[in-house]
């Protein structure tokens, strides 16, 4: 009996131990990935918010237009910027120095000109009139005021000088610096300035290629997984067909890039960077993820269902079309949206067929070259400002807030219409 029982008392240890490994194994992982959460959120929470310069702009008709002007073509092409140098000239008056008046037109945004533009082209009676306007910060300012650039510095290591502080710290006694809501991190495109950049054109054109991903895989998806399951003979082609099925979903998705070149930009000719070839590509790669998934929610619906309604009279096809798909839906949406969640994510594939490119507009179709969320990130964090890095942070924060919801959303179909039997 000694012996059994120091038998049973190792084998309890051990599953003791067993126990302890696997959950340390999982708050080691739940550790990693908080700190990465922490990480990009430390990072990228202060990109939704800009710093602002109050200007009392004069709307000086020798540099725009005569009063009355209303012409377009004559307003935009108005000097916008010279009013803003003008602007900042009299708030410093005692900035003559050429090189100092350089270091103080940095402190705006080259965006305030094409701001103070569109106020002209909206409303010319301003033409002639003082007016108070916010117009963004240069980036180098935006970080000055979030804090991201150590004053401990010697003058010659930072990208703010001592007397462009003494500038800044002047309107900020006056009330003229401001942190407002980044809105232009949402409503505008890429840019080369890290003020003016925004995830809209990105996210527009995530939103094309995801739908023409959608339109084109799920229906062939479950067309595929219907005949494969229920329709086609188990021989040894079908055989063979379910393997490459497996095999392709286990392809990294840089190869389903090459195809694309390939296929859809060298043989048929369609044009490069543009959401439709996009998701083209990414219809191919997530084919295998849906036919998979709905070929197991079709497995899951009982053998009695089939032969009661057969049993009734109905034929295999209504069998099929009646009561098995509106059972096996739940599982197909749900392996539809996973598959879409995981195509949202996909960079590799998009850079082969072009869609690193740099794009300001909006896109406006799916013939419209765009970019995408993972690619405008990569974009991002390949900038060197340091205001792209809170943008790419803060981008990435976006990308996981879809991502998270559409994956809560397939969790919540599964619950909602799932059928235990």
């Not at 051990?14 to 340390?24: I, S």
């Not at 950049?197 to 339109?215: E, M, P, Q, W, Y």
């Not at 000719?269 to 998934?293: C, D, F, N, Y």
Request: glycine share 8%; proline share 6%; aromatic share 8%.
């Amino acid at each position: 009996m000694s012996r059994v029982e120091k038998g049973l008392a190792r084998r309890y240890r051990q599953e003791r131990n067993f126990k302890r490994l696997g959950l340390g194994a999982i708050l080691l992982g739940l550790l990693f990935v908080s700190f990465l959460f922490i990480s990009i959120f430390a990072n990228g929470y202060t990109a939704f918010q800009q710093t602002f310069i109050k200007l009392d702009v004069f709307y000086d008709p020798e540099m725009i237009a005569p009063v009355g002007e209303t012409d377009p073509d004559v307003l935009s092409a108005g000097n916008y910027g010279g009013l803003v140098k003008a602007t900042m000239r009299e708030l410093f008056p005692s900035v003559t120095n050429r090189r100092d008046k350089k270091k103080l037109y940095g402190l705006i945004s080259t965006g305030a000109a094409f701001q103070i533009r569109e106020r002209v082209m909206q409303d010319p009676s301003v033409i002639g009139q003082r007016e108070s306007m916010w117009v963004p910060a240069d980036d180098d300012v935006d970080m000055l005021i979030k804090g991201h650039i150590d004053l401990n510095l010697p003058e010659s290591d930072r990208r703010i000088k001592d007397d462009q502080l003494s500038w800044i710290q002047g309107m900020q006694e006056d009330g003229r610096v401001e942190k407002r809501f980044n809105t232009t991190f949402f409503t505008a495109g890429d840019s080369r300035e890290p003020e003016l950049s925004g995830i809209k054109g990105a996210a527009v054109g995530s939103f094309f290629t995801l739908l023409i991903c959608l339109a084109i895989s799920f229906p062939v998806g479950v067309a595929a997984a219907v005949y494969l399951e229920e329709v086609a003979p188990k021989n040894r082609w079908t055989d063979l067909i379910e393997v490459n099925i497996n095999n392709l979903a286990a392809v990294p998705s840089i190869v389903f890039g090459l195809l694309g070149l390939a296929v859809f930009i060298n043989f048929f000719g369609l044009p490069r960077s543009v959401p439709l070839v996009g998701g083209l590509v990414l219809a191919l790669m997530t084919l295998p993820t849906i036919i998979i998934a709905s070929r197991a929610a079709l497995k899951s619906v009982p053998p009695s269902i089939r032969e009661a309604a057969l049993g009734v009279g109905a034929s295999p096809m209504q069998t099929i079309t009646h009561h098995v798909l509106p059972l096996a839906l739940p599982g197909m949406l749900t392996g539809t949206i996973i598959g879409m969640a995981q195509a949202l994510g996909e960079t590799a594939p998009l850079l082969m067929i072009g869609m690193v490119a740099f794009i300001v507009d909006i896109p406006g179709g799916a013939m419209d070259p765009s970019a995408v969320l993972p690619v405008q990130i990569y974009l991002w964090a390949d900038s060197p400002e340091r205001a792209f890095v809170e943008r790419t942070s803060a981008a990435i924060m976006v990308l996981l807030a879809f991502l998270i919801s559409m994956n809560l959303l397939a969790v919540w179909l599964r619950k909602k219409f799932e059928r235990r039997w």
